[in-house]
């Protein structure tokens, strides 16, 4: 991550100072098997809270897209799916009046049960499965408050 201060003219011709965060784009797999989501709870320390969550992380160097998406599903629900059951749903900036990072969603269809890889800074990670309504509902209640995660489940949703 690297964070830059451009000194920018303003639309009304002013001088001013544009902070910007520079990150790279990661992929947010969206687990789905006989009509249920899987997430995964953790805790979050910029926030001081639990939250449930999409599995997310980021892509190593001559990683594909599909293949960091197979590892970041297996290591973080242990769930595992075929190559071709896992498909590019979307893409969004995460905050783009600052932020150059972007999320690309996958949907992946008909997992199977193995074992988490967590790594140890994830060790408090839980998972567990959830039908469309009760995600729906937590969405509603405010126990989902990750916006990628939100915005993902919308974007499969419109996927089926």
Not at 32 to 40: A, D, N, T
Not at 62 to 85: I, P, V, Y
Not at 104 to 125: P, W
Request: glycine share 10%; charged share 25%; hydrophobic share 35%.
């Amino acid at each position: 991550m690297r964070v830059r201060h451009d000194h920018v003219i303003r639309p009304d011709g002013k001088p001013g100072i544009f902070g910007v965060v520079e990150k790279k784009n990661y992929p947010l797999i969206v687990p789905r098997s006989r009509g249920r989501y899987y997430l995964v709870c953790q805790y979050r320390y910029a926030v001081r809270s639990d939250s449930w969550e999409f599995p997310q992380g980021h892509q190593e160097p001559g990683e594909s897209l599909a293949q960091a998406g197979h590892r970041e599903l297996q290591e973080e629900t242990g769930l595992t799916t075929k190559r071709n059951d896992v498909r590019s749903i979307g893409f969004f900036w995460l905050a783009p009046g600052h932020h150059t990072q972007g999320c690309h969603v996958l949907l992946a269809d008909r997992c199977r049960i193995g074992v988490q890889d967590v790594e140890a800074s994830e060790g408090d990670l839980r998972v567990r499965a959830f039908t469309s309504n009760e995600v729906e509902r937590m969405i509603s209640s405010g126990k989902i408050k990750d916006g990628p995660t939100i915005a993902a489940f919308y974007l499969a949703l419109r996927a089926k």
